[in-house]
């Protein structure tokens, strides 16, 4: 009987640009056959602690869910909120300003299998018994998400994928019921980790820099670019 197949390695980035500019929402490509090393996970936290904060008051918790049980049960009410979200009959005309087919297809397909993903990552921010403040919230989520895309990436640089989603947030409460959440600790995200399928990402296609770019006001001058120095 022959060897069973060794799966495909990710090309790691070279460099901090690849890194920067490769570092995808993976959602059709993530493995639920490769267990993942808990403390691969460990070290990618451990590095987006080094993210800028607020004052420096590091509010910060991450839930890290492994178990089976724990897995399934969140998977259960992402999956259902995200059904009233973006029902079957659901399409990129539907479904808001942005939404395209594929992400469409990818967001439903992980929707079905999140209870395979082998690692859930849940970025949390303890706000001390404070409310959430009403108008803009920047301040408040700006002591949280960079640290979340820096778990991203020190993922991406180890071979690991992950996708960024909010789904679940229709059903926080529920979510940090069943793991025992304190009040008072609000989630940023929830960020499925695992090993890849395949050999390597590329750039997305954006918007160009130039359509997107202000220089001095939203009216101001036109960009003249700089200097390659």
Same mark, same amino acid.
């Given at each position: 009987? %022959?060897? &069973?197949?060794?799966?495909?390695?990710?090309?790691? @980035?070279? =460099?901090?640009?690849?890194?920067? =500019? +490769?570092?995808? %929402?993976?959602?059709?490509?993530?493995?639920? +056959?490769? @267990?993942?090393?808990?403390?691969?996970?460990?070290?990618?936290?451990?590095?987006?602690?080094?993210? @800028?904060?607020?004052?420096? +008051?590091?509010? #910060?918790?991450?839930?890290?869910?492994?178990?089976?049980?724990?897995?399934?049960?969140?998977?259960?009410?992402?999956?259902?909120?995200?059904?009233?979200?973006?029902?079957?009959?659901? !399409?990129?005309?539907?479904?808001?300003?942005?939404? $395209?087919?594929?992400?469409? =297809?990818?967001?439903?397909?992980? *929707?079905?299998?999140?209870?395979?993903?082998?690692?859930?990552?849940?970025?949390?921010?303890?706000?001390?018994?404070? @409310?959430?403040?009403?108008?803009?919230?920047?301040?408040? #989520? /700006?002591?949280?998400?960079?640290?979340? #895309? !820096?778990?991203?990436?020190?993922?991406?640089?180890?071979?690991?994928? $992950?996708?960024? +989603?909010?789904?679940?947030?229709?059903?926080?409460?529920?979510?940090?019921?069943?793991?025992?959440? &304190?009040?008072?600790?609000?989630?940023?995200?929830?960020?499925? $980790? *695992?090993?890849?399928? /395949?050999?390597?990402?590329?750039?997305?296609?954006?918007?160009?820099?130039? !359509?997107?770019?202000?220089?001095? /006001?939203?009216?101001?001058?036109?960009? !003249?670019? /700089?200097?390659?120095?």
């Amino acid at each position: 009987m %022959s060897a &069973p197949a060794r799966p495909a390695r990710v090309r790691l @980035p070279a =460099t901090p640009d690849e890194l920067l =500019t +490769t570092t995808r %929402s993976v959602r059709l490509r993530l493995d639920p +056959t490769r @267990p993942v090393d808990l403390d691969l996970v460990r070290a990618c936290v451990e590095i987006a602690l080094q993210a @800028p904060n607020g004052g420096n +008051t590091q509010r #910060w918790h991450w839930l890290v869910v492994a178990d089976d049980d724990l897995r399934k049960r969140v998977a259960e009410v992402y999956r259902r909120v995200f059904e009233v979200r973006y029902p079957p009959s659901a !399409s990129a005309g539907t479904s808001g300003v942005g939404v $395209t087919d594929r992400m469409l =297809t990818g967001g439903r397909h992980l *929707a079905e299998h999140l209870h395979e993903v082998p690692v859930l990552v849940i970025p949390c921010l303890d706000l001390g018994g404070r @409310p959430l403040p009403e108008g803009n919230q920047a301040g408040v #989520w /700006g002591s949280l998400l960079p640290a979340a #895309w !820096s778990y991203m990436l020190a993922a991406r640089a180890r071979g690991l994928g $992950t996708t960024w +989603t909010t789904v679940h947030l229709d059903a926080e409460r529920e979510v940090a019921d069943i793991l025992g959440l &304190p009040d008072g600790v609000r989630q940023g995200a929830l960020i499925p $980790t *695992a090993h890849v399928v /395949g050999d390597g990402f590329g750039p997305a296609p954006r918007r160009s820099v130039d !359509s997107v770019l202000h220089l001095d /006001g939203w009216g101001g001058a036109e960009w !003249s670019g /700089g200097s390659d120095d």
